[in-house]
């Protein structure tokens, strides 16, 4: 995500982050500042929100027939993406961070809906134990790293220290720091060894989060998504806000951005981070041998073996 910048380098409006912009994109008026004239950087800035605010107003949510239609296509591209991979063997991490409720488990669903379970693998690391809480803290996140030919999906990640962590009090502000200042060392060995490491984090509205969350109270389908902490972390908007500023201040890096997804309408998210995800990766069609089914062979002798079997029943 590209962001403006001051003369020392720091991001433009860095104190507003996204919730102010949008709180902008909402009234498509900026704040008023001192006299005079304003300086590249704030025009830029300026433009820069204008041009969002405009994308958003001009959104139409896509319909079921539509998404299924164009989810299709890009499920056939992944796959060509994924042959590529293991015929290459490209190494490829996706991390997934967000606020509860942002999408984050529907768009890895989506992606991972028509490949290779042994090709697209998902990680989604429980809370440390005891003993993983005495390592070092990417420790226990360095096994799942995709070996050649593999596409490792991370559903949250490492940045559960600059995130949960933190604003929970899992660990200190020191830890949290030390975090966001070594971070970028880990990315940059993982990218210099070949990984190509792509960064998603899923945006969303206060009150889309609100609908989602309240959705899932009732919903047996979806209990088992609204736990304790999801609630204890539901009146701290504003926490949340401030560490994702300071993490996108200190990881987004040249070597591996943020990319940044508005994910209010689920279904235009999700068809945008695939379609991302294709641009992210190079690649073309691998070789493939022209299928044809054999014959089958005869029976011979074989006959079907009159035996009780316990057949499922049929409800349906």
Same mark, same amino acid.
């Given at each position: 995500?590209?962001?403006?910048?001051?003369?020392?380098?720091?991001?433009?409006?860095?104190?507003?982050?996204?919730?102010?912009?949008?709180?902008?994109?909402?009234?498509?008026?900026?704040?008023?500042?001192?006299?005079?004239?304003?300086?590249?950087?704030?025009?830029? #800035?300026?433009?820069?929100?204008?041009?969002?605010?405009?994308?958003? #107003?001009?959104?139409?949510?896509?319909?079921?027939? #539509?998404?299924?239609?164009?989810?299709?296509?890009?499920?056939?591209?992944?796959?060509?993406?994924?042959?590529?991979?293991?015929?290459?063997?490209?190494?490829?991490?996706?991390?997934?961070?967000?606020?509860?409720?942002?999408?984050?488990?529907?768009?890895?669903?989506?992606?991972?809906?028509?490949?290779?379970?042994?090709?697209?693998?998902?990680?989604?690391?429980?809370?440390?134990?005891?003993?993983?809480?005495?390592?070092?803290?990417?420790?226990? &996140?360095?096994?799942?790293?995709?070996?050649?030919?593999?596409?490792?999906?991370?559903?949250?990640?490492?940045?559960?220290?600059?995130?949960?962590?933190?604003?929970?009090?899992?660990?200190?502000?020191?830890?949290?720091?030390?975090?966001?200042?070594?971070?970028?060392?880990?990315?940059?060995?993982?990218?210099?060894?070949?990984?190509?490491?792509?960064?998603?984090?899923?945006?969303?509205?206060?009150?889309?989060?609100?609908?989602?969350?309240?959705?899932?109270?009732?919903?047996?389908?979806?209990?088992?998504?609204?736990?304790?902490?999801?609630?204890?972390?539901?009146?701290?908007?504003?926490?949340?806000?401030?560490?994702?500023?300071?993490?996108?201040?200190?990881?987004?890096?040249?070597?591996?951005?943020?990319?940044?997804?508005?994910?209010?309408?689920?279904?235009?998210?999700?068809?945008?981070?695939? #379609?991302?995800?294709?641009?992210?990766?190079?690649?073309?069609?691998?070789?493939?041998?022209?299928?044809?089914?054999?014959?089958?062979?005869?029976?011979?002798? &074989?006959?079907?073996?009159?035996?009780?079997?316990?057949?499922?029943?049929?409800?349906?």
């Amino acid at each position: 995500m590209k962001k403006a910048k001051d003369d020392k380098g720091a991001p433009a409006d860095q104190g507003a982050g996204i919730d102010d912009t949008k709180k902008r994109d909402k009234t498509k008026k900026g704040k008023k500042g001192k006299k005079g004239k304003r300086t590249p950087d704030q025009v830029s #800035a300026a433009v820069a929100v204008a041009d969002a605010g405009a994308a958003v #107003a001009e959104h139409t949510p896509l319909k079921g027939k #539509a998404y299924d239609k164009e989810l299709a296509k890009l499920h056939v591209k992944l796959v060509k993406l994924q042959e590529w991979v293991k015929f290459k063997g490209l190494k490829v991490c996706i991390v997934f961070e967000g606020r509860d409720g942002a999408g984050k488990g529907g768009a890895i669903k989506a992606i991972t809906e028509r490949v290779s379970p042994r090709v697209f693998r998902t990680v989604a690391l429980p809370a440390p134990t005891e003993r993983q809480k005495s390592q070092m803290y990417m420790q226990r &996140y360095v096994p799942h790293f995709p070996a050649a030919g593999e596409v490792v999906i991370f559903d949250r990640s490492w940045y559960n220290r600059a995130g949960v962590e933190r604003v929970m009090g899992f660990c200190t502000e020191a830890e949290s720091r030390k975090f966001l200042g070594g971070v970028p060392l880990v990315e940059k060995a993982m990218v210099d060894s070949g990984i190509i490491l792509i960064k998603f984090w899923l945006e969303v509205s206060e009150e889309e989060q609100t609908d989602r969350l309240k959705s899932r109270i009732d919903d047996g389908r979806k209990i088992w998504k609204l736990t304790s902490m999801d609630l204890k972390s539901y009146g701290r908007w504003y926490d949340y806000s401030r560490a994702r500023d300071e993490m996108f201040v200190a990881t987004d890096t040249d070597f591996a951005p943020w990319h940044v997804v508005r994910s209010d309408d689920k279904r235009s998210a999700r068809l945008n981070i695939i #379609a991302h995800i294709l641009d992210q990766v190079p690649h073309h069609g691998a070789p493939r041998e022209k299928v044809k089914l054999p014959k089958r062979g005869k029976p011979g002798n &074989y006959k079907e073996p009159d035996y009780p079997y316990r057949y499922v029943r049929e409800k349906y």
